[in-house]
Nanobody
Framework: VQLQASGGGLVQAGGSLRLSCSFSGSTTDRYAIGWFRQAPGKEREGISCVSRNGDVKYYADSVRGRSAISRDKANNTVSLQIDSLRPEDTGVYYC???????????????????WGKGTLVTVSS
């Protein structure tokens, strides 16, 4: 199983980004998919997760209300849309996969089995 996050870039505060997690070696519906970010000098933070069937979704407080995780079964990808971006959203964003769904930061950070390379998001003020 291989994952790759993409869609990062430089964006002004208040803008939006849609990050995409491409998945190979299997189909995404066999795994819960999580999104993480790591800001400079800070620990990695689990910010969102979607269950295998897409019915259950988790959002960290830091992004809840302005983000949406979704599955695209046809393209075997999982996306994370973040709106109203803030400078503190700056960091490297990663996606990950596990057969179990987790709804806490710690659950995501310590249990996700597969990890992809990240994509850098920079939010300017």
């Amino acid at each position: 199983v291989q994952l790759q996050a993409s869609g990062g870039g430089l964006v002004q505060a208040g803008g939006s980004l849609r990050l995409s997690c491409s998945f190979s070696g299997s189909t995404t519906d066999r795994y819960a998919i999580g999104w993480f970010r790591q800001a400079p000098g800070k620990e990695r933070e689990g910010i969102s997760c979607v269950s295998r069937n897409g019915d259950v979704k988790y959002y960290a407080d830091s992004v809840r209300g302005r983000s949406a995780i979704s599955r695209d079964k046809a393209n075997n990808t999982v996306s994370l849309q973040i709106d109203s971006l803030r400078p503190e959203d700056t960091g490297v964003y990663y996606c990950s996969a596990d057969q179990r769904y987790y709804s806490t930061d710690a659950g995501l950070r310590y249990n996700m089995e597969y990890w992809g390379k990240g994509t850098l998001v920079t939010v300017s003020s």
